[in-house]
């Protein structure tokens, strides 16, 4: 295991033809042509890679995994971040008196788009959504995400969502939330391939899933998007949530 400090470097519309997602493969569930956004302009500047510690490491039966402990969102609640992980692929968010798409503004610069392919069997984004989305990590063409997520737990004790081909887990994401007397703390990971059952293919797929490089700027890339929740996350929260509680009351 490694500390590794890291430096930087419209609208889409579905089609009829299928096109390749970051994994490489063909899907035909969703097609939707994507390009680099123009980067919004926010009020608050992205935090640096060295606001938290990040690293990669080698499991055992020679799966990979980037991992990152964020510094603490202030003002942030592990209950604020379940409910972003249920509502982040729709809506907007009101920014200096912009109406904006919310997933955009969590990432200015790399996010395209986050839309809900199914909805959980109760109507949320909660477990066994699925969410499609689409991002270049540090605006590098080289390094797009385009994928179908499937969501496994959305709590306050952290948020998990897996990418699945064939029924076979390539890809999972983990996020782990603690409380602090100032807010809440983040600690996420990708571990590819994301099943063990890839274990005996480890070393082919791994280049072509995540190489190193793009590995590197997902984790420069993960400290600055979660770090600009404490900035419109707790208004928002405030604003949804007593919206929504007040629906369910009727």
């Known amino acids: 295991m490694h500390i590794t400090t890291?430096?930087?470097?419209?609208?889409?519309?579905?089609?009829?033809?299928?096109?390749?997602?970051?994994?490489?493969?063909?899907?035909?569930?969703?097609?939707?042509?994507?390009?680099?956004?123009?980067?919004?302009s926010v009020p608050w500047q992205l935090r640096p890679a060295s606001s938290a510690e990040s690293g990669t490491e080698t499991l055992a039966d020679g799966r990979k995994r980037y991992w990152v402990k964020h510094d603490v969102l202030k003002g942030v609640t592990a209950r604020m971040l379940a409910w972003w992980f249920a509502h982040f692929a729709e809506g907007e968010v009101e920014i200096e008196g912009r109406r904006l798409d919310r997933y955009h503004v969590w990432h200015p610069f790399d996010h395209v788009y986050a839309r809900y392919v199914h909805r959980a069997p109760d109507g949320s984004g909660g477990p066994g959504a699925q969410i499609a989305l689409c991002e270049y990590l540090a605006r590098n063409p080289r390094y797009k995400i385009e994928v179908v997520s499937t969501v496994e737990k959305i709590d306050e004790t952290g948020f998990i969502h897996n990418v699945v081909r064939g029924g076979i887990r390539l890809v999972r994401m983990e996020h782990l939330f603690t409380e602090t007397s100032t807010g809440a703390r983040d600690e996420n990971c990708l571990i590819v391939p994301g099943s063990p059952r890839l274990v005996p293919l480890a070393r082919l797929l791994l280049p072509r899933l995540m190489p190193a490089d793009k590995g590197e700027a997902w984790l420069k890339h993960s400290i600055e998007e979660m770090g600009?929740?404490?900035h419109f996350l707790p208004e928002l929260y405030a604003r949804e949530a007593v919206r929504e509680t007040s629906n369910q009351q009727r």
């Open 228 to 230: 600009t929740l404490e």
């Open 6 to 40: 890291l430096t930087r470097a419209s609208a889409p519309t579905t089609t009829a033809d299928s096109n390749a997602g970051w994994l490489g493969f063909r899907r035909r569930s969703i097609a939707i042509q994507s390009a680099i956004r123009e980067p919004l």
